[in-house]
Nanobody
Framework: QVQPVESGGGLVQPGGSLRLSCAAP????????MGWYRQAPGKERELVAQ???????IYGESAKGRFTISRDVAKNTMYLQMNSLEPEDAGVYFC?????????WGQGTQVTVSS
């Protein structure tokens, strides 16, 4: 099945920054709203931010003011710039279409926030 490829995660200290990338198939990415999802240990996967094919963005409460979602349509790639990271931001980050999931879940990229 079709699935995206997430990258850019890692270990960062509280207050640090990371930039995540999501490469999605050209048959899907340019035509759909895309979203970044986070799954923390023991918790349900939740939507962190979304971006429409026209570039309109919506953020979850925890991401507002600290995260920026963007996309490069020509490269079929979506990004999530995360600043002022907090331990609560830790988890595996996935990307997919929103609201309907059109792709299989990828491997995700692990974000760890710890001193």
């Amino acid at each position: 099945q079709v699935q995206p490829v997430e990258s850019g995660g890692g270990l960062v200290q509280p207050g640090g920054s990371l930039r995540l990338s999501c490469a999605a198939p050209s048959s899907i990415a340019p035509f759909n709203t895309m979203g970044w999802y986070r799954q923390a240990p023991g918790k349900e996967r939740e939507l962190v931010a979304q971006i429409s094919r026209d570039g309109y963005t919506i953020y979850g409460e925890s991401a507002k003011g600290r995260f920026t979602i963007s996309r490069d349509v020509a490269k079929n790639t979506m990004y999530l710039q995360m600043n002022s990271l907090e331990p609560e931001d830790a988890g595996v980050y996935f990307c997919n279409t929103f609201p309907t999931r059109l792709m299989s879940w990828g491997q995700g990229t692990q974000v760890t926030v710890s001193s």
